[in-house]
């Protein structure tokens, strides 16, 4: 039942987000700050993770596929699909959701507890428009660009082991990377983070939205927006992969 | 003027607002007392709108609020400022952005003339002016009052709401607040509620008092008339320090 109940609120939540702002002016005052605050300064973090994986990933998969019968190109096959297919837009936006989620929630949270959210509805302001609709925009189109940063890097990093150590050749790894690429993979992987950017923001948004009480309540609405936000990209990846990938 | 008739609200089983009826009158302070857990705030927050009441009529002017569309709300809202116990001043704006913020969302004017109006609203409330560009939690809790009434009349509101505005300041701090909203209500004759239970802002600037007392109205007045009240809930809350029994006694 409460599940229904939340649904319902966050449906509602959603239609009074996504209408016109009251004022361009001021949302387009807003967005830029978005964009850096969401997009922008997630990059060190997208960078970190990226290079680490690429590089641990093409590791494990040398020392584990230990085989005279499988090509020596087929570390590098490996690490690239799976960069593009579940790292860059799936495991990334998990990262992220715990990042950005709790930055969101915690943000739209306090101004809730802090009566700012009321100042907002008491001069006539859709609140809800003016504070979400500006991160939702802004982190759904900085999302495609942190997903492509992050299958580069990637790369790079799994490049960097046959470049500073001996577990693979730089030639073979080259080769598995270009060898049967399929463009498609780039697409639904960036297709899914959209996806994926649109609930960690909306989500984030609405437990921040509905926090109440005092800073103990805005730690667990920002809690509950991690984790919520959190299922339903594992859950929403399988049914996109399912419709997309089968 | 704003007209309340025999407002009901409950939550759940609980019937916060019995049957409440008051009129706030334009050009006075009109001031809503009572303990905590009165149903004093749910009164000031039905009238503004933030709850919807489930039985009753709330009139700004002959215009009925419950009856009111969203968009007519939203319209009216122009009409209302409101300074609340916290202030609520965006914290990732500036004194003077924040000032600006109602300006720039509805008033259609230049930059300009935005600027000049915000900065003659902070002028109004005394603010220092080497404060306009720092961050709200940059100054004092007295001073980000003062903010909160020059964003509120920045509009040049009909109506004043102000909930418990001395809340968290010193007495003497607490008394500039309390003439500064007596004299921009005169000024701009705007139909202002104040929501407290500091005697000390009923006694000094309470023009029309009302008593909420268990969610229904017990009691209605002057400040003047408060020591001449036979309620009994009444003289229990107002009388209840020493102090006041003291100005009671000398009174009668």
Redesign the interface.
């Given at each position: 039942m409460k599940i229904i109940h939340e649904t319902g609120k966050y449906v509602l939540l959603m239609k009074r987000v996504l209408v016109q702002p009251?004022?361009w002016?001021?949302f387009f005052r807003q967005f830029p700050k978005e964009l850096e605050k969401l997009g922008l300064n997630s990059m060190p973090i997208v960078i970190i993770i990226s290079v680490f994986i690429g590089a641990i990933m093409t590791i494990q998969t040398k020392l584990n596929t230990e085989n005279p019968l499988l090509p020596t190109y087929s570390t590098g096959l490996v690490t690239r699909d799976t960069l593009l297919l579940e790292f860059s837009s799936t495991i990334l936006c998990l990262i992220l959701a715990g990042k950005i989620g709790s930055n969101i929630a915690s943000e739209i949270g306090?101004?809730r507890i802090?009566?700012?959210i009321?100042?907002l509805?008491?001069?006539?302001?859709?609140s809800a428009n003016y504070l979400i609709l500006p991160k939702v925009i802004a982190f759904v189109v900085m999302m495609p660009f942190l997903v492509i940063f992050s299958m580069a890097i990637g790369l790079v990093g799994g490049y960097a082991v046959g470049l500073f150590s001996d577990i693979i050749s730089t030639a073979d790894y080259l080769l598995g990377i270009q060898y049967a690429f399929i463009p498609y993979y780039v697409f639904y992987s960036i297709f899914k983070s959209i996806f994926f950017a649109f609930i960690i923001a909306s989500v984030a948004s609405y437990y921040g939205y509905y926090a109440y009480g005092g800073a103990l309540d805005v730690g667990k609405a920002s809690t509950n927006a991690v984790v919520n936000s959190s299922i339903l990209i594992l859950f929403f990846n399988i049914l996109i992969t399912n419709i997309m990938l089968n | 003027m704003i007209t309340v008739k025999n407002v009901n609200k409950t939550f759940g089983d609980n019937h916060v607002l019995k049957n409440v009826s008051a009129e706030f009158e334009e050009g006075r302070t009109n001031m809503i007392i009572g303990a905590s857990g009165s149903g004093k705030t749910v009164l000031m927050k039905s009238i503004i709108g933030l709850h919807r009441i489930d039985t009753g009529r709330i009139e700004y002017d002959g215009r009925n609020l419950p009856d009111m569309r969203m968009s007519e709300i939203r319209i009216l809202r122009k009409e209302v400022g409101m300074l609340f116990q916290g202030s609520a001043l965006f914290d990732s704006q500036s004194v003077l952005e924040n000032v600006m913020y109602p300006l720039e969302m509805f008033s259609g004017t230049s930059k300009e003339e935005m600027v000049e109006r915000a900065l003659s609203c902070l002028r109004r409330v005394d603010l220092p002016e080497k404060s306009y560009k720092l961050a709200p939690s940059e100054i004092s809790g007295g001073m980000q009052k003062r903010v909160a009434i020059a964003r509120a009349i920045a509009l040049q509101p009909k109506y004043l709401f102000c909930d418990e505005p001395n809340s968290g300041l010193d007495p003497k701090t607490s008394l500039i607040i309390d003439q500064l909203i007596h004299e921009i209500t005169r000024e701009f004759n705007m139909t202002t509620i104040i929501n407290s239970h500091d005697m000390n802002s009923v006694m000094e600037i309470g023009e029309k008092i009302i008593f909420i007392n268990k969610g229904e109205k017990a009691w209605e007045g002057s400040k003047d008339d408060i020591f001449h009240a036979e309620n009994e809930d009444l003289n229990d809350f107002v009388f209840a320090s020493q102090l006041y029994k003291k100005v009671k006694k000398a009174n009668t």
């Open positions: 009251d004022r002016k001021m306090t101004m802090t009566e700012q009321d100042a509805e008491i001069m006539g302001v859709n | -």
